[in-house]
């Protein structure tokens, strides 16, 4: 079957969709966006994250007939995605957002590969980078799109909430601690900013 | 596989009607993992996701009307004051991700014995409104469990919302698992005060083949606080009172032996529970019947 739907604020059109397939499938095999992650394909462990209508959920439980007319933020367009809210407190035009070409080519890099520095990274991105909250690299996707949700929802988050917010998404590296660091340095620049 | 997307309810029940196979999918949380890793190849997906009305609940006079894919974070946010033991129960069900898509129709739908929601709905009384071309019924939660993930709708059923009566005094929700967050359930309990009848509801889950009432216990407690005056002395329970119903919910329980606990283990768990969950329930009826009781005679 066929499914449209707006991927990081462009409408996108898969083909091919078998009908039992799962969005996260969708993103990475049909659209080439290999950001959000598959590991336990049964919600246990966040790697799969992503905004659907806004709210974060596990991709590999999403249905792909489900998401038909629907919007999905991957962690690929959480860059636009972070500036748009930051500028203009979201998509006003609907010409904002990411293409599909540009979220293909997605990377972290910029003149610096170790600092990320003048890349186009969210704020959430950047302190991850910065706390050193990245090891192996595979939750971080997944981990970046909870805590943004968190971080527009809840400007000044407690331990607890943070704890609570990131409850869904394993580390197996166990880097626990430099990822709430990260989280609570992305909070305290977003409250300097305001 | 086919992909049904009924825009409607009357779209979904006779799509449901043509294909009594099709399975629905509302948040996907236990669909989709099973076909995930293979476990289910429905013949049909029924989306149910377009059908709006089914995310919406209504409060009325003696119960609340919670649509079936009400996402349990809804649940935690809006309805804390009503559902009190479900919403409870809503915060412990896996994760935010996850309690952003499922909503207690699933679990109906599912009836596990280790569902979240189950020992609040059996605590609090509540019916679930099922509906197919053929019309409407309202199953009483006590008759709905029928078995190991069975339940009492028929093939061309499906579940349109859940009535929960209101509270009428506290209500707890306790559940034993490794840690906070993405637990099966070991063992869980759900206790409900209803001073307006002078009764006390109780909830078994992940104990027994279906989600369970320890109504022996329940039977047994009604008549020792009605004995002692205790709904209108306000005293704490007597030691002796809490353990004998302690035990007696223990007894009610079937456990078997598996990867997550041993059945002594959760014979023993449900106690504990329905010892801390009284006392819990029991200091804060206090609490407010001294408050009321205060009030009334400054008034």
């Not at chain 1, 990475?28 to 966006?33: K, M, V």
């Not at chain 2, 190849?41 to 409060?59: A, F, K, T």
């Not at chain 2, 206790?191 to 109780?202: F, G």
């Not at chain 2, 020792?224 to 709904?231: D, I, N, R, T, Y």
Request: aromatic share 6%; charged share 25%.
């Amino acid at each position: 079957m066929r499914v449209n739907f707006t991927v990081n604020g462009r409408p996108q059109e898969a083909d091919d969709v078998w009908e039992g397939e799962s969005l996260l499938y969708v993103l990475r095999e049909r659209l080439g966006l290999p950001g959000s992650k598959n590991a336990c394909e049964q919600g246990e462990c966040g790697s799969c994250t992503v905004r659907l209508d806004g709210v974060p959920v596990c991709s590999c439980l999403v249905a792909a007939g489900q998401v038909e007319g629907r919007e999905v933020v991957t962690v690929e367009g959480l860059a636009d995605f972070a500036k748009q809210r930051a500028e203009h407190g979201g998509c006003a035009s609907g010409a904002c957002g990411t293409s599909l070409q540009d979220a293909q080519q997605w990377a972290a890099r910029g003149t610096d590969s170790q600092t990320g520095e003048g890349g186009e990274l969210s704020p959430v991105q950047q302190a991850f980078i910065d706390a050193g909250a990245v090891q192996c690299g595979f939750c971080t996707p997944g981990l970046l799109v909870a805590a943004d949700e968190m971080l527009e929802r809840n400007p000044n988050p407690t331990d607890a909430d943070i704890r609570e917010a990131l409850s869904g998404n394993l580390c197996r590296c166990t880097g626990y601690e430099t990822i709430m660091d990260a989280v609570r340095l992305a909070a305290a620049r977003q409250g300097e900013a305001v | 596989m086919d992909f049904l997307r009924p825009a409607s309810w009357e779209e979904a029940l006779a799509a449901k009607a043509e294909h009594p196979t099709a399975v629905p999918i509302a948040g996907g949380t236990d669909v989709m993992v099973e076909i995930n890793f293979d476990h289910r190849r429905p013949e049909y997906l029924l989306d149910l996701n377009r059908v709006g009305d089914l995310e919406e609940w209504e409060v009325g006079e003696e119960s609340v009307r919670l649509g079936a894919s009400v996402p349990y974070t809804k649940i935690m946010e809006n309805l804390r004051g009503e559902l009190p033991g479900l919403a409870l129960a809503s915060h412990t069900v896996a994760s935010p991700q996850i309690r952003n898509r499922g909503g207690v129709g699933g679990n109906l739908g599912t009836a596990s014995p280790a569902g979240d929601a189950h020992p609040a709905l059996l605590a609090a009384g509540a019916e679930v409104e099922a509906e197919s071309v053929r019309g409407s019924r309202l199953i009483p939660i006590d008759e709905f469990y029928t078995g190991v993930k069975r339940n009492a709708l028929a093939a061309d059923e499906l579940i349109r919302a859940v009535h929960i009566k209101k509270a009428d005094g506290p209500q707890q929700y306790s559940k034993v698992g490794t840690r906070n967050a993405m637990v099966i359930a070991v063992c869980a309990f759900g206790l409900a005060l209803h001073p307006e009848t002078r009764t006390v509801r109780t909830g078994i889950g992940s104990a027994a083949p279906t989600p369970v009432r320890a109504k022996a216990a329940e039977e047994f407690l009604n008549a020792a606080l009605e004995e002692g005056g205790f709904w209108d002395n306000g005293k704490i329970v007597t030691p002796s009172v809490a353990k004998q119903f302690a035990d007696l919910c223990a007894a009610a329980c079937n456990p078997i032996d598996d990867v997550r606990g041993t059945a002594s283990y959760r014979r023993h768990a449900v106690g504990v529970m329905a010892r801390r969950t009284l006392t819990w329930t029991w200091e804060s009826y206090r609490g407010t019947a001294r408050a009321a009781f205060e009030k009334g005679g400054a008034a």
